[in-house]
């Protein structure tokens, strides 16, 4: 089992940043990648970025060029850092990990948290 434990949502007006946390814990040793969904109201939960176990991202082109997603292994923590939010990147965001362990492949969640950009 995984456990992540997110941080860092909040309310920000558009134009501002904002950086949230996710740090893992537990069974880690076999965790693929990590990533960052985003659901908003009514909207099914979406990809934002991941990073990979060697260090390759991938992003949603809504998010590209403005979102940067990082990890610090020693930590076993990954950070999104968000930069000239918009009223459309409100959403709940939930942390991700992909694990791969004797032939399976299970998917972790966090809580979430939530993301509110003002205009």
């Known amino acids: 089992q995984v456990q992540l434990v997110e941080s860092g949502g909040g309310l920000v007006q558009a134009g501002g940043s904002l950086r949230l946390s996710c740090t893992a814990s537990?069974?880690?040793?076999?965790?693929?990648?990590m990533g960052w969904y985003r659901q908003a109201p009514g909207e099914q939960r979406e990809l934002v970025a991941n990073?990979?176990?060697?260090?390759?991202?991938n992003y949603s082109q809504s998010v590209k060029g403005r979102f940067t997603i990082s990890r610090d292994n020693a930590k076993n923590t990954v950070y999104l850092q968000m930069n000239s939010l918009k009223p459309e990147d409100t959403a709940v965001y939930y942390c991700n990990a992909e694990r791969t362990y004797a032939g399976r492949t299970d998917y972790y969640w966090g809580q979430g948290t939530q993301v509110t950009v003002s205009s």
């Open positions: 990073i990979l176990n060697g260090g390759s991202t």
């Open positions: 537990g069974s880690i040793f076999s965790i693929n990648a």
